[in-house]
């Protein structure tokens, strides 16, 4: 068997779901799942404490970058509230949208560091 | 209650239960559509929204109705709703049915920036029994109870499993009973008619869309189904209540009397029947200095079915001296005509009472629960 070199692609890859050839490729982005829960501390009689929280209800994944080209943020910026597929190197494939972009200025370069939220749909889509 | 080890909560001890609902709790709702028949259709959860609430009245005609929120269109004339509450913590998760609920026609809210969403109305299974017979119906002399209700149930066209607790042999009516079509009586009528002869307590749909009836009896003789303890370290009773106490009108002395005109005068013993309280509690003869009559008709078919009725409002008047408002922690497990008890010696409550309605939040904020005073 012929010695064959591998490559492992770490990052995050994001297309239009209407047009899959439209891929943006975040290189060593990271990938995590939100488990944020909307809770709140209630008082009760005797001055108890206790927290009681709901659920996120839709799966949610934060996207943040290394430093990269403004570019990028500009072509993601179009696609804001936009229905995307998102696939990453672990295998994980979603279909959602994002509706806030953060960008942190890296000082000294043209570069800027980048994070979203990814929220998953029930919309469903051929691909 | 709903019985704390019931399905779907028969993998948890009783313990382990009571512990998640006093405990840091993470609450998640969902639903289940089920058919007409009441089989499991599909899950619909990831299309609720969290928000809406299921309210309860002990005395309302329908007991339990729903307001929730969908995203997404059902066919509303012809599915049934089971919502369903989660409560979490420690590692250990309470399912809890909230009721099975026909469907309203919804109103559906449109925002150009969201998914569209659909506001329901829901009413529990006592609604589809809530309409009119439009013919004479008949019970036939020695019918049992299980086979005249089920009947009636079934002639309504309704599918549901009928639970009677403790019904033996015994007839539903001894001398067969008769609902003219000029009366324009309800199947709920009949079927509570059934109940009330043979001294049930009137019909209910309970969490799981059964209907379900027992034997009456008067609070002061039942268990306390769970306790709310303002002064313990996991307290989930709110510091804000209304407690009203009002004994003007609270009868001491009460006579029932069978209206039936076939049966002569009333007679003690078989067709008149008095009770008297003398010397028990606040609102006695001896405390009040003065005795206040109720009188009540009734068609009773016999003296112990007269019996039955009249202790059932003695009990229903006396404990209606007193009554509160309180607010707890999301609690889905509270059901028909709970018995609690109260402790909470800063407001200046405590002792038994019963729960005559309650409202329960479905974005897990705290629960309402109205209270009549059971203890005289």
């Known amino acids: 068997m012929p010695d064959v070199a591998s490559v492992t692609f770490a990052g995050v890859w994001i297309a239009p779901a209407d047009d899959l050839e439209d891929a943006i490729i975040l290189r060593f982005a990271d990938l995590s799942e939100s488990t944020s829960r909307e809770g709140r501390v209630r008082q009760y009689a005797g001055g108890r404490?206790?927290?009681?929280?709901?659920?996120?209800?839709?799966?949610?994944?934060?996207?943040?970058?290394?430093?990269?080209?403004?570019?990028?943020v500009a072509e993601?910026?179009?696609?804001?509230?936009?229905?995307?597929?998102?696939?990453?190197?672990?295998?994980r494939v979603v279909l959602g949208t994002w509706w806030d972009l953060e960008v942190s200025e890296v000082i000294g370069t043209n570069r800027v560091e980048l994070s979203l939220m990814f929220e998953a749909t029930t919309d469903t889509v051929a691909v | 209650m709903q019985i704390t080890t019931a399905p779907p909560r028969d993998l948890l001890t009783d313990v382990q239960v009571r512990d998640v609902v006093a405990g840091n709790i993470v609450v998640d709702v969902g639903a289940d559509l089920l058919d007409a028949d009441g089989a499991l259709l599909e899950d619909v959860s990831a299309d609720v929204v969290p928000a809406g609430q299921i309210v309860y009245g002990a005395y309302r005609t329908i007991h339990r109705t729903c307001q929730v929120q969908l995203a997404r269109e059902l066919s509303w004339?012809?599915?049934?709703?089971?919502?369903?509450?989660?409560?979490?913590?420690?590692?250990?998760?309470?399912?809890?049915?909230?009721?099975?609920?026909?469907?309203?026609?919804?109103?559906?809210?449109?925002?150009?920036?969201?998914?569209?969403?659909?506001?329901?109305?829901?009413?529990d299974l006592l609604a589809a029994l809530d309409s009119p017979v439009g013919a004479t119906y008949q019970v036939a002399a020695?019918?049992?109870?299980?086979?005249?209700?089920?009947?009636?149930?079934?002639?309504?066209?309704?599918?549901?499993?009928?639970?009677?607790?403790?019904?033996?042999?015994?007839?539903?009516?001894a001398e067969g009973l008769t609902w003219a079509l000029r009366d324009g009586v309800t199947w709920l009528r009949v079927v509570n008619d059934l109940l009330d002869q043979a001294g049930y307590r009137s019909l209910r749909a309970d969490e799981a869309g059964r209907f379900r009836s027992q034997p009456y009896r008067p609070p002061t003789a039942r268990p306390v189904e769970w306790v709310y303890d303002a002064t313990a370290d996991d307290t989930t009773v709110v510091p804000d209540a209304a407690v009203e106490q009002d004994l003007f009108d609270v009868p001491n002395r009460w006579v029932f009397w069978v209206d039936d005109p076939e049966r002569g005068e009333p007679t003690a013993g078989s067709t008149l029947y008095e009770v008297v309280n003398q010397s028990d509690g606040v609102t006695s003869i001896d405390q009040r200095g003065r005795i206040i009559s109720a009188v009540h008709a009734t068609e009773a078919a016999d003296f112990a079915s007269?019996?039955?009725?009249?202790?059932?409002?003695?009990?229903?008047?006396?404990?209606?001296?007193?009554?509160?408002?309180?607010?707890?922690?999301?609690?889905?497990?509270?059901?028909?005509?709970?018995?609690?008890?109260?402790?909470?010696?800063?407001?200046?409550?405590?002792?038994?009472w019963q729960v005559v309605g309650w409202t329960l939040p479905l974005d897990g904020s705290d629960m309402t629960l109205e209270l009549r005073k059971v203890d005289a």
């Open chain 1, 49 to 72: 404490r206790r927290l009681v929280s709901t659920p996120q209800r839709n799966r949610r994944l934060k996207v943040a970058t290394p430093p990269m080209p403004r570019v990028v």
């Open chain 2, 142 to 173: 020695g019918t049992g109870l299980q086979t005249a209700v089920e009947a009636a149930v079934a002639a309504a066209g309704v599918v549901a499993p009928v639970v009677l607790t403790e019904v033996g042999d015994a007839p539903a009516t």
């Open chain 2, 77 to 123: 004339g012809t599915v049934r709703l089971r919502p369903w509450m989660d409560l979490t913590a420690g590692g250990v998760t309470v399912r809890t049915f909230l009721g099975v609920f026909l469907l309203d026609t919804p109103v559906r809210q449109v925002d150009e920036s969201s998914d569209p969403v659909w506001q329901i109305d829901g009413y």
């Open chain 2, 306 to 352: 007269l019996v039955a009725a009249g202790d059932a409002q003695v009990e229903r008047d006396r404990q209606s001296s007193a009554s509160a408002t309180v607010t707890v922690g999301p609690n889905p497990l509270h059901g028909h005509f709970d018995i609690v008890r109260l402790t909470w010696p800063a407001a200046g409550v405590a002792g038994r």
């Open chain 1, 76 to 91: 993601l910026e179009d696609r804001t509230g936009t229905l995307q597929l998102l696939r990453d190197s672990k295998g």
